[in-house]
């Protein structure tokens, strides 16, 4: 296990998370049902989600180390250019991406069980992951360090982060940092690790 690549992993996964529309999932999530019941159910659709990346990921990373980190590389600068494409109108588009989820809530029924609770989290978040970013960050990071279980550690201990925090201060955070800010930040984060592939690549 590489503490610097759980680190790494952790800090990547937080900054690309935060703006991400799953951050506003869980915040609207908590505000319908159980804050705790929201926060496991989504926890377990991250850990599934994540155990599928890093899968993938090993499996990629069998490949030619050069074609592994040109593939990481790539990857790393689509997240960037991602990020700031949505940057314009992530702030714009808050009110209806809480609309969007604050309805699938509704739409679960009964709020009072916390199977009800714990199923609508999970099934909002394992859907809202597919071919998400951070999906796509974490595959590139399992390919190309080839240590899965590192990995594994840092991407859903900085899921877990950025939905606690949405769970208990999600409010308050929006209030005060704009969605394009966390936007930005991201895209640095992913240019400043393309930079770093492609250095080591050559």
Known sequence: MDLALIALTFGTIFVVELPDKTFLATLVLSTRFRPLYVWIGVGCAFALQVAIAVGLGKALSFLPTDVVRGGAAVLFLVGAFLLLREARSADADEADTEAEYAAKADAAGDRRTAWTALATSFLVLFAAEWGDLSQLLVLSFSAKYDDPLSVFIGALGGLLAVSGLAVLLGRWLLARIRLSTL????????????????????
Do not use: Q, S
């Open 183 to 202: 936007h930005y930040v991201g895209a640095g984060m992913c240019l400043l690790l393309a930079a770093v592939t492609v250095y080591e690549l050559l």
